[in-house]
Structures are given as structure tokens and as C-alpha cells.
């Protein structure tokens, strides 16, 4: 399956409730929410690499390589799992960054399914 692009969607959220209920010892909220998924989103298109290589083939504006949770997300889970392979990313950014719609972390969500798939 190496060398084969394989296109996964990343679908958009709306958040129809949600609260800020705490906040964790990180730093991070604590969040109480209800949502739904809707059919629009950004879409990955993941290409296994024999190299142990994972890159982001499409940059994106305002994110450093570093901050990209995609990317973040498949080095975690390179990591963890000690594969031996890697993978080229390409995201296509449909959702605006920023927006609430929950774009990075279905793209990182997407990421980990798509490679746990391949």
C-alpha cells in the first residue's frame, strides 16, 4: 500500500452546547459539549512512505510545520507504535482555521484512522 495515495475525509462539527466546566492541570479546558457532525469538511489525502519519513506535502498558511496537529498526530502515533513506516500528508484545508467548526482536531483524528487503516 506504500506509494498510493488514499483520500480520507475530515468532516466539520457544530457545536450545538458548550461549556467551559474547568480547566486541567495543562492548561487546557475542561469542556461539557453536544454536537454534530455535519457533511462538509477538510479532506487528507495520505500516501504511506517505506522511508520512515512523515512530511506535509501542502503547507499551510499561518501554521508552523511544528504547531500542525495533523502532523503533530502522526509523529505521536509513529511514535508510539514504533512503525517502521511514514507517510506523506496533504491536507486540503476547506474549513477557515479559527472557526470554531473543530478543523485541526478532525484532521488529527483523521490522520490517526487513516494511518491505523493503512
Not at 42 to 61: A, W
Request: aromatic fraction near 6%; charged fraction near 25%.
Amino acid at each position: 500500500m506504500t506509494g498510493v495515495a488514499h483520500t480520507f475525509p475530515a468532516p466539520a462539527k457544530l457545536n450545538l452546547m458548550l461549556r467551559v466546566v474547568g480547566r486541567r492541570a495543562d492548561g487546557y479546558h475542561l469542556l461539557q459539549t453536544v454536537f454534530r457532525f455535519v457533511d462538509y469538511g477538510d479532506e487528507l489525502s495520505v500516501t504511506l512512505r517505506e522511508d520512515g519519513v512523515i512530511r506535509g506535502v501542502r503547507e499551510l498558511p499561518g501554521v508552523a510545520y511544528e504547531q500542525d496537529l495533523s502532523l503533530r498526530a502522526a509523529h505521536l502515533l509513529k511514535r508510539a507504535t514504533g512503525s517502521r513506516f511514514g507517510a506523506d500528508i496533504e491536507l486540503f484545508k476547506r474549513l477557515p482555521l479559527g472557526s470554531g467548526l473543530g478543523g485541526g482536531s478532525s484532521d488529527a483524528a483523521t490522520v490517526l484512522l487513516a494511518l491505523n487503516k493503512l
